[in-house]
């Protein structure tokens, strides 16, 4: 069975730090490319990072500079550690997994986790 599962998420202030984790299980890791998306009430969901088995990163721009993802590919895991976090942060947080090495569309993900809620207050 596939899963991804998101974990991490919680209540912080603002200019406190997070780190979600996104456990890979039932489909080759090495594989796939691992993103991070948000959603906001009323927003749509955006993407704001991902990295491709071979370590290639990229930001959304309202994350750089601020957020780190990273991988254990031993663990089956992609964490994404999320510094100076500011109340527009607030938002439940989905990772997703790709088969398109680059992906550019959200349509490109076929795995999705079930999201976890991070909330910052100010």
């Known amino acids: 069975e596939v899963q991804l599962q998101a974990s991490g998420g919680g209540l912080v202030q603002a200019g406190g730090s997070l780190r979600l984790s996104c456990t890979a299980s039932g489909f080759d890791f090495d594989d796939y490319t691992i993103g991070w998306f948000r959603q906001a009430p009323g927003k749509e969901r955006e993407g704001i990072s991902f990295?491709?088995?071979?370590?290639?990163?990229e930001y959304s721009d309202s994350v750089k500079g601020r957020f780190t993802i990273s991988s254990d590919n031993a663990k089956n895991t992609v964490y994404l550690q999320m510094n100076n976090l500011r109340p527009a942060d607030t938002a439940v947080y989905y990772c997703?997994?790709?088969?398109?090495?680059?992906?550019?569309?959200?349509?490109?993900?076929?795995?999705w986790g079930q999201g976890t809620q991070v909330t910052v207050s100010s």
């Open positions: 997703g997994a790709s088969e398109v090495v680059i992906p550019t569309r959200q349509s490109h993900y076929e795995f």
């Open positions: 990295i491709t088995s071979d370590g290639f990163i």
